[in-house]
């Protein structure tokens, strides 16, 4: 089993920032590659691709509403960031970190049922 953990959430103003961790425990090494993903949730809304970066090839990918905004990185096989810049209002949502246990290069798996493993999420308040 593979466990996440996200952190760094907060309540900011629009324009600051926030970077977000997720860390994985448990037997990741069972898989030869994977994706980590972020997703965002908010009230009444259905659950929404952010980023995404594979462990090998540290390809990325971004949802439209947040590029050139938001960064997502990887310390390694464990640690992934999210770092947050110029939010807006409608950033506002829970962030969720997810894992697959398989790749499929060239696309950026963002459909939520492609992610096995999920955190319990972590809250991210932008006020006007």
């Known amino acids: 089993q593979v466990q996440l953990v996200e952190d760094g959430g907060g309540l900011v103003q629009a324009g600051n920032s926030l970077r977000l961790s997720c860390a994985a425990s448990?037997?990741?090494?069972?898989?030869?590659?994977?994706?980590t993903g972020w997703f965002r949730q908010a009230p009444g809304k259905e659950r929404e691709f952010v980023a995404s970066?594979?462990?090998?090839?540290?390809?990325t990918y971004y949802a439209d509403s947040v590029k050139g905004r938001f960064t997502i990185s990887r310390d390694n096989a464990k640690n992934v960031h999210l770092q947050m810049d110029n939010l807006k209002p409608d950033d506002t949502a829970v962030y969720y970190c997810?894992?697959?246990?398989?790749?499929?290069?060239?696309?950026?798996?963002?459909?939520?049922?492609?992610?096995?493993?999920w955190g319990q999420g972590t809250q991210v308040t932008v006020s006007s």
């Open positions: 997810a894992h697959t246990t398989w790749v499929r290069l060239g696309n950026p798996q963002s459909a939520p049922a492609e992610y096995k493993f």
């Open positions: 448990g037997r990741t090494e069972i898989f030869g590659n994977w994706v």
């Open positions: 970066i594979t462990l090998l090839e540290e390809i």
